[in-house]
């Protein structure tokens, strides 16, 4: 069954870093979106970066030069790469990919279950 599984969240120190996986049982080879959400308590589930095929990557303003997005189509994996935390980071972080091929056949709009940040001193 094609899945996404996030790894790599945990409790961190503001000013630590964190990096986030999304392993797809599943090729990513022809995905033209793959992204990262997060969901705060309280708060509307929000983008915080993608890589589209045909423009590149994009981010949230809160997290420009912070974050940094990428993928290795090899292992069918998408990373966040996350530096300098803010406790306002904190979330539950989603990874979301457009479309995946098992075989001959795609599974479309598919979702990982979620991974937890925390930044706490």
């Known amino acids: 069954q094609v899945q996404l599984a996030e790894s790599g969240g945990g409790v961190v120190q503001p000013g630590g870093s964190l990096r986030l996986s999304c392993a797809a049982t599943g090729n990513i080879l022809d995905s033209n979106v793959l992204e990262w959400y997060r969901q705060a308590p309280g708060k509307q589930r929000e983008l915080v970066a993608g890589?589209?095929?045909?423009?590149?990557?994009n981010y949230a303003d809160s997290v420009k030069g912070r974050f940094t997005i990428s993928r290795d189509n090899a292992k069918n994996t998408v990373y966040l790469q996350m530096g300098s935390l803010k406790p306002e980071d904190t979330a539950v972080y989603y990874c979301?990919?457009?479309?995946?091929?098992?075989?001959?056949?795609?599974?479309?709009?598919?979702w990982g279950q979620g991974t937890q940040v925390t930044v706490s001193s």
């Open positions: 890589i589209r095929s045909y423009s590149g990557t």
């Open positions: 979301r990919v457009d479309r995946i091929r098992s075989g001959s056949t795609y599974r479309y709009d598919v």
